[in-house]
Each structure stands twice: as structure tokens, then as C-alpha cells.
């Protein structure tokens, strides 16, 4: 990871994205670049103080990032940037101001995610260094994968756990038969484990050394929607990471959209 690009709305919350990006920053040595986006009608005046902020946003720490200062459509200069510099991830903070300020960032991080070709880190909680529990949750999808393959490049320390949760058909019509349950789970872990192998043989491809993360394959029946949120409750990760097609997240049904995108239940990282 090379380059990072963080898109600050300036908000009380926005610490949080600039202290997680400081942070990867000093484990990747990273370049960083901040950018926030005015609305087209803003003057010259409100230009300068938005870049007097983001000055004062780094004035006490010791990561010296580019700003950036633009004007437009959040979503697509945040995409214009991305394609810029060339940056390996997009970070975003989180904000509860309002609802429309809900459905506002819900856009605009949707857009980035499916525009900007690079992974969006949603940063909702203060950092408290390197993340250590990272959840991935897979549906064998392409997309699943190169989740997977983006969050071994921001955390490649972290234990990993590699969740797929399944639902049997009609399960209040249908009684599976204990041996049945067995072969189906077996074949579910069996794939986790191929999944899981060809994308740690990707990384380290990419030349990152011998430091590879700690896999832990989990598989959960269940409704998809459920199932990811018992996991999460018990296991209480640092890191939630999904892969979202054009419809939604790697699910079936993506039904979790939007719950996800306004009120994650810890960092998330997103890739189209």
C-alpha cells in the first residue's frame, strides 16, 4: 500500500478517518493525501477556510499529507482524486448529524465504492492501533475475493477470520439428515481453505514478505443477514469487510446495504 487518500467532511467525527489513516500510514509508510469537497456555489473565502482547516487537521501531527481542496460533487471528486494520485484506499468517517446527512453520506459512499476503483475504509471508531481481529465475510464471489485480497493489504498482521454463512432450502419443510448437514458443511470449509490459499498466494506474490496474517475458517447456518450479525456480536472485531456488486454486498440479496453503510458496526472495509 502506497498511497491513501482521505476525504474529511470536516465534521467532529473526521478526526477519527485522519487518525486511522495516520496510523496505516505508519505501518505501510504510506504517502497520504486530504481532500474535502465544497458545494459548486462555495466562494473563495469559504475555499481558504476549508484549507485552513484541513492545515489546522494535521498542524499536531507528525504525518505531513497533500491537501486537497475541491469543488463539486463529493462522490465524483473524491473519484477524480483516486485516479489522481493513484491512491490503494479511500478512507471515509462516519457522521450521525442527521438523517439527511445519513442518506447524504449513504450516496456518497456508495458511489465511491462502485467508482473509484480503489477500497473505501469506512473509520468508526478511534484507533487504538493496528487492527488485530479482522472479519471477512466471502459468498466465493470474484468480488468476495478481492475483498479479501484488500484486507490483507491493509492489516497483514491481524488474525483473520473467513466467515460464510448458509441457509438450507425450506429449512421448515425440509429434515436434513445429520450426515447431510456434515457433507454440506464440509464442502463449504473446504472452499473457504481453497479460497483462503490462492488469495495468500496472490500476496505474497505481490511481495510482501513472510508476515502473513492468522486464518481462521468460520462457517454459521443461518438467515445471511442474521448469521453475519451473530458472528460479529461474539466475535467483536476491529475490521468488518465485505465485497459489494452492483446490487449490494457480496450476500445473497445485499439486503444489508444500507444498515451497513450508515451504522457499521466497526471499521468497514468495502470493495466493488
Given at each position: 500500500m502506497k498511497r491513501i487518500l482521505v476525504a474529511l467532511d470536516l465534521s467532529a467525527h473526521g478526526d477519527r478517518a485522519f487518525e486511522r489513516a495516520a496510523q496505516l500510514v505508519g505501518e505501510h509508510e504510506a504517502e497520504l493525501a486530504l481532500i474535502h469537497v465544497l458545494p459548486y456555489d462555495s466562494s473563495e473565502a469559504e475555499r481558504r477556510a476549508a484549507e485552513r482547516k484541513l492545515r489546522h487537521y494535521v498542524s499536531a501531527s507528525s504525518v505531513k499529507p497533500q491537501l486537497r481542496v475541491s469543488v463539486g460533487d463529493p462522490a465524483r471528486e473524491i473519484a477524480r482524486s483516486v485516479q489522481e494520485i493513484d491512491a490503494d484506499l479511500v478512507i471515509l468517517g462516519l457522521h450521525h448529524e442527521s438523517l439527511i446527512a445519513d442518506l447524504f453520506f449513504e450516496t456518497v459512499a456508495h458511489f465511491a465504492i462502485q467508482n473509484c476503483g480503489a477500497p473505501v475504509l469506512l473509520a468508526k471508531n478511534r484507533p487504538r492501533g493496528p487492527y488485530c481481529l479482522v472479519l471477512v465475510n466471502t459468498d466465493f464471489s470474484e468480488c468476495a475475493?478481492?475483498?479479501?485480497?484488500?484486507?490483507?493489504?491493509?492489516?497483514?498482521?491481524?488474525?483473520?477470520?473467513?466467515?460464510?454463512?448458509?441457509?438450507?432450502?425450506?429449512?421448515q419443510f425440509v429434515r436434513f439428515?445429520?450426515?447431510?448437514?456434515?457433507?454440506?458443511?464440509?464442502?463449504?470449509?473446504?472452499?473457504?481453505?481453497?479460497?483462503?490459499?490462492?488469495?495468500?498466494?496472490?500476496?505474497?506474490?505481490?511481495?510482501?514478505?513472510?508476515?502473513?496474517?492468522?486464518?481462521?475458517?468460520?462457517?454459521?447456518?443461518?438467515?445471511?443477514?442474521?448469521?453475519?450479525?451473530?458472528v460479529v456480536r461474539q466475535s467483536q472485531p476491529d475490521l468488518l469487510v465485505m465485497g459489494m456488486s452492483g446490487a449490494g454486498f457480496a450476500t445473497p440479496g445485499g439486503s444489508r446495504t444500507r444498515a451497513y453503510l450508515n451504522d457499521p458496526p466497526c471499521d468497514m472495509l468495502v470493495t466493488s
Open positions: 475475493r478481492r475483498a479479501l485480497h484488500a484486507a490483507l493489504a491493509v492489516a497483514p498482521r491481524a488474525e483473520f477470520h473467513v466467515l460464510h454463512v448458509y441457509e438450507t432450502p425450506f429449512p439428515k445429520p450426515e447431510e448437514l456434515k457433507e454440506l458443511r464440509d464442502e463449504r470449509s473446504s472452499q473457504i481453505e481453497r479460497d483462503v490459499r490462492e488469495e495468500l498466494r496472490r500476496f505474497t506474490d505481490r511481495g510482501v514478505g513472510d508476515a502473513l496474517p492468522h486464518i481462521v475458517p468460520m462457517l454459521e447456518r443461518n438467515d445471511v443477514d442474521a448469521g453475519i450479525g451473530k
